[in-house]
C-alpha cells in the first residue's frame, strides 16, 4: 500500500488548518454577527462557545483523523462501520458549499481588479446586482453566463485543483504558507488605514458598544455557536482530513488551542476593520453608523466599493488589498473544502489523486457554472441559506451524538490525544462534548425547527 502523504513540517499543518478556519466568514460575517448580537457583550457568549464547544471539537475531529488516518468517511469507518455515511454527509455539504464559494472568489477576483479604475461607478448597489451579474428574480431567465464571472472562476479553480494535484505537502502546504502570511500582512495594513480615518472611533464605539441585555437570549448564545462552527470550519469534514496526514508524534492539543485562538484573533481584526471603515462612511454620508451596518455579499460588493469611492487617497490600491485580502482567504478554504471529496472518493475507489482531483474537482467546477448564470445569485442565496441552516450544526450535533453516546468512544479519544499533547484533556472536555454541545445544539436545531417549519 502507498505511503499516506504527510504534512512537512508542524507550521505547515497549522497554517493549513488555520488557512482552512480564515474565510469569508471572518471578514463578512463575523462583524455583522458580532455587532446585531450585543455588540461588545456578544464576546462573553462567543468566548464560551470557543472554549465549550470549538476548541472542545477541534481536539475530537484532530484526534479522529490523527487515529484513523483516513478521509472523514474512512475515519468514521474505521471507528465504527456503522458510521460511515457521517463521513460522507460530511464530505456532501462540503460539495455543495465549494461550489457556491468559489464563484464568490470569482466575484472578489473580479473587484480586485474593478477596484483600479472604479469601474463599480458611484452606484454600487445597482452595480452588483443589475450591471455586473444582471440579475433576473426569475430563475428560468438567466440562462446565459456572465462572463465577468465565469474567466475568474475558471482561474479559481485551475488554482484550486492544481493546488490538490501537487498534494499534501507540495500543494496544499506550500500553498497556505504563502497565503496566510500575505493575508495577514495585507489584512493588518487595510485594517490600520481603516482605523485611522475620520470617523472611525464612532464605528468602533457602535461595535464594541456592550448591550448587556441581549446576552439571556437564546437567539445570541445559537448566534455565537453557529458563528464558532461555520467559522472553525467544524463539521465540513475538512479537519478530520487535514489531521489524517500528521506524524504520529503530534502535539493535538496544542494544535487545535493555536487553530481556535489565531482564526478568533483575525475575527476580532475583521470585526476592528469593519467597524473602523463603516465609521468613516458615517462620518462621509452624515447617516449614523447603524444606518450602514451590513454583512454577507452586500457587506463586501456593496458597501466595501462604496467606502473605497470615498477614500482619501489611494483608494484603487486599497479596494485591490481588500478584495485581494478576500481571494485568498477565500482560496485556502476552498481548497480545503475541496480536499475533503478529493480524499474521500480516492480512497473509496482506489484511485490516483490525479483521478480523483479531476473527477471531483471537475464536477463541482460544472456545477459551479450554474451559479456564474444571470441568475447566479438567486440559487447561491437558496444553497447557502440551506446549508447554513440545516447543513452545518446538524452535522456537528450528530457528530458529537455518535462519538460521545452511541459509539462512546471519547475515552478512548482522550487516552489517545493525551498520548502524545502537552496539554492534557480533563474529564471538562467529556463534559463539553457529551453534555454541554449536544444540549446547545440541539436547542440551536429546535429553535430552527420552530421558526422554519412550525
Ligand atoms: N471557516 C470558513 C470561514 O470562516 C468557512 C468555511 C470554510 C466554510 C470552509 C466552508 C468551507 O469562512
Ligand atoms: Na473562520
Known sequence: MEKRAQWGTRAGFILAAVGSAIGLGNIWRFPSVAYENGGGAFFIPYLFALLTAGIPLLVMEFTLGHKYRGSAPLSFFRMNKKTEWLGWWAVLVSFVISTYYAVIIAWAISYSIFAFNLSWGQDTESFLFSDYLNLSVDPGQAGSLVPGVLIPLIAVWLITLGVLFKGVKKGIEAANKIFIPTLVVLFLIIVIRAITLPGAAEGLQTFFAPNFETITSGSVWVAAYGQIFFSLSIAFAIMITYSSYLPKKSDITNNAFI????????????????????????????????????????????????????????????????????????????????????????????????????????????????????????????????????????????????????????????????????????????????????????????????????
Not at 487617497?313 to 478529493?342: D, K, P, Q, R, W
Not at 448564470?373 to 437558496?382: A, C, K, M, S, V
Open 259 to 454: 487553530t481556535g485562538f489565531s482564526n478568533s484573533s483575525f475575527e476580532l481584526l475583521a470585526g476592528i476593520g469593519v467597524f473602523g471603515a463603516l465609521g468613516f462612511m458615517a462620518s462621509q454620508s452624515g447617516v449614523p453608523v447603524e444606518d450602514v451596518v451590513s454583512g454577507g455579499v452586500g457587506l463586501a460588493f456593496v458597501v466595501f466599493p462604496q467606502i473605497i469611492n470615498e477614500f482619501p487617497a489611494l483608494n484603487g490600491l486599497f479596494g485591490f488589498l481588500f478584495f485581494l485580502s478576500l481571494v485568498l482567504a477565500g482560496l485556502s478554504s476552498l481548497i480545503s473544502i475541496s480536499e475533503t471529496y478529493v480524499a474521500a472518493i480516492s480512497e473509496k475507489f482506489g484511485l490516483s489523486r490525479t483521478a480523483a482531483v479531476g473527477l471531483g474537482g471537475g464536477l463541482a467546477a460544472i456545477i459551479s457554472l450554474l451559479f456564474a448564470t444571470q441568475g447566479g445569485l438567486y440559487f447561491l442565496d437558496n444553497a447557502d441559506y440551506f446549508i447554513n441552516q440545516f447543513g452545518v450544526a446538524f452535522v456537528g450535533l450528530v457528530e458529537v451524538i455518535v462519538i460521545a453516546w452511541f459509539v462512546r468512544n471519547l475515552n478512548d479519544f482522550q487516552t489517545h490525544a493525551n498520548g502524545i499533547s502537552d496539554l492534557h484533556l480533563g474529564g471538562w472536555w467529556k463534559i463539553c462534548l457529551g453534555v454541554i454541545t449536544p444540549i446547545v445544539l440541539g436547542y440551536m436545531m429546535f429553535d430552527l425547527f420552530k421558526t422554519n417549519i412550525l
